[in-house]
């Protein structure tokens, strides 16, 4: 089992630092109920992850060297503006092209920047149009592409009846279509990747998810293991992926297991205490703002957060990255930028086209990647290749 944070529920800390997050607006609505049932419910799921992370080595070994990154096809909020569009955000990872919130015009940002991939996943986020008006259109044109490999949209209760309504658009795609209604802590698993989802504070029901990679073996010596009497090649592999060979046990050998990448998306939210839990030493943490600070009582009317409040949320869960989005048409972003930095300093807020780099914690830090029209990613592909030459 993974931890997906930690909390003292003894100690007055998260306490206070709910208080920090409540503005009187929210105090005066008697909200205090509904933060102890999240705040309830976030100890409880990181109580039911908690635990000694266990590795197996893939066979192949992939799981060591495998990219993960987020492209952002749209960060604003509620409405597009002209520089950019409603909540898409693609994780790539892999051979996986898993899409969390689907807004209007998306599968059109997609196509004019990094493609339209054949999607193995999509996780919504909650259920007003601005996160899935776009999900229709996406799942007609992959039919109309003659898409073969079968889809799933996840999201929180009533995806499956929202969708079902939106039948007339998309039809019965001939590639296979699951939709699933899912619950807090409901676990979807994707070979060594899990995404949990976890609820989070705003009108109606509405998830964050987190994306938590199984944990790694540690550092593998293979001199020592030589002395030991270990015969390099198969022998090697084998000890790595727990077997005992010539007498040699791989804990003899084997640095100590190391923890997989996590990464947090909260999607619409108030500042919440399940997200400073599920985020709890994250990677990257993808936090709305949807406003500053001085409009703090209508972030507070509307259950959503300001750019101090979510750096506050980064800074409490201990992350590496903070990356805000959802971004209110009213502000052009260096603004909610400056305002979360003063608070929590590794901060960043993305544009429509950037993407953020999450390599292994010992090869640095998640990076901010501007939009360069794509040759970015050719230059890293191209290296790639070259790469895959020099060593065949």
Not at 31 to 39: G, I
Request: charged share 25%; aromatic share 4%.
């Amino acid at each position: 089992m993974l931890t997906i944070g930690r909390q003292d529920p003894g100690t007055g800390r998260r306490l206070q630092a709910r208080e920090r997050y409540c503005s009187s607006a929210v105090a005066a609505a008697g909200t205090r109920e509904l933060q102890n049932a999240h705040r309830e419910a976030a100890i409880g799921m990181s109580l039911r992850h908690s635990g000694h992370v266990h590795v197996d080595l893939p066979a192949g070994g992939t799981l060591a060297t495998m990219d993960l990154s987020l492209f952002f096809a749209g960060t604003a909020g509620s409405v597009p503006s002209a520089r950019r569009g409603l909540p898409a955000l693609l994780v790539r990872r892999g051979g996986e092209r898993i899409l969390i919130d689907c807004g209007e015009g998306t599968q059109r940002q997609l196509v004019r920047s990094v493609g339209l991939a054949d999607l193995t996943d999509v996780f919504l986020t909650h259920l007003h149009a601005d996160h899935w008006l776009g999900l229709p259109g996406m799942l007609k044109s992959f039919e109309l592409r003659d898409r073969e490999k079968p889809l799933t949209v996840h999201g929180p209760p009533g995806t499956s009846a929202l969708l079902e309504r939106m039948r007339p658009v998309y039809g019965r795609p001939r590639y296979g279509l699951t939709i699933r209604d899912l619950e807090p802590d409901e676990p979807v698993r994707r070979d060594d990747l899990q995404v949990v989802p976890f609820a989070v504070r705003h009108r109606g029901t509405a998830f964050g998810y987190a994306l938590l990679e199984d944990g790694r073996p540690g550092r593998f010596d293979a001199e020592l293991a030589e002395r030991l009497g270990v015969t390099p090649g198969p022998d090697f592999g084998r000890l790595q992926r727990g077997e005992t060979i010539a007498g040699v046990a791989p804990e003899q050998v084997m640095g100590r297991p190391r923890a997989g990448r996590r990464v947090v998306v909260t999607g619409d939210t108030a500042p919440t205490d399940a997200v400073v839990v599920a985020a709890h030493r994250a990677d990257l943490l993808v936090h709305e703002a949807t406003f500053l600070h001085e409009d703090v009582d209508r972030a507070a009317a509307t259950l959503h957060s300001t750019a101090r409040q979510a750096a506050q949320v980064a800074a409490d869960a201990e992350v590496r990255l903070l990356a805000l989005t959802h971004l209110s048409s009213r502000y052009s972003g260096g603004e909610i930028r400056d305002e979360a930095r003063a608070v929590f300093a590794d901060t960043e807020v993305p544009r429509d086209f950037d993407t953020i780099e999450i390599p292994l914690p010992e090869r640095g830090e998640p990076e901010l990647v501007r939009w360069d029209g794509g040759s970015h990613g050719r230059a890293r592909a191209a290296a790639a290749a070259a790469a895959l030459e020099s060593s065949s």
